[in-house]
T-cell receptor, first 110, second 116 residues
């Protein structure tokens, strides 16, 4: 699976949109982009995933660039409960397991 | 949605004893479950892949005789930390998919193990 690069940390004001970037310049054609988050002392939580089209669900939106070398997770109206480590993972499905990188610590400020 | 339940959430044990952690898929069947370990301020590290009805697959550097995995049914996998030592203190998390390899992973809420 392709490697991803994310900023170590980001801050966001409560009520504003949180935009979390992820670089995956070596992504191959059959690899999906997955986003998970982990609130402190809890298990990770699945957020969203996509292949090349932008995706939206009740939690977030995923914007994937046309060349698929990067993506952005958007939390449209961040709340204090969105403070967590956000992991961007690229996965083809050929391996059953997921490999987690370091993620981005998002802190939503009041 | 798919739910993975993990028990216990916290356990404290003495050095030399064994601890069993259970991972259950509540509303789906899982032929494969994954066990991760997470040390403070670090990311999740895959320890092993649990396979229903067959032996687990361990990642490099993980001692299979120390971390015993049993996946006896399609909804239950157990991880037993044998002869625990303080360095085994960590956050253990299990996960499973409700579908093929591209389906999202669903995670348990983790088990905080403290070995005194």
């Amino acid at each position: 699976d392709a490697k991803t690069t994310q900023p170590t940390s980001m801050d966001c004001a409560e009520g504003r949109a949180a935009n979390l970037p992820c670089n995956h310049s070596t992504i191959s054609g059959n690899e999906y982009v997955y986003w998970y988050r982990q609130i402190h002392s809890q298990g990770p939580q699945y957020i969203i995933h996509g292949l090349k089209n932008n995706e939206t669900n009740e939690m977030a939106s995923l914007i994937i660039t046309e060349d698929r070398k990067s993506s952005t997770l958007i939390l449209p109206h961040a709340t204090l409960r969105d403070t967590a480590v956000y992991y961007c993972i690229v996965h083809s499905g050929s391996a059953r397991q997921l490999t987690f990188g370091s993620g981005t610590q998002l802190t939503v400020l009041p | 949605g798919a739910v993975v339940s993990q028990h216990p959430s916290r356990v404290i044990c003495k050095s030399g004893t064994s601890v069993k952690i259970e991972c259950r898929s509540l509303d789906f069947q899982a032929t494969t479950m994954f066990w991760y370990r997470q040390f403070p301020k670090q990311s999740l590290m895959l320890m092993a892949t649990s396979n229903e009805g067959s032996k687990a697959t361990y990642e490099q550097g993980v001692e299979k005789d120390k971390f015993l995995i049993n996946h006896a049914s399609l909804t239950l996998s157990t991880l037993t930390v044998t002869s625990a030592h303080p360095e085994d203190s960590s956050f253990y998390i299990c996960s499973a998919r409700d579908g093929g390899n591209r389906s999202p992973l669903h995670f348990g809420n983790g088990t905080r193990l403290t070995v005194t």
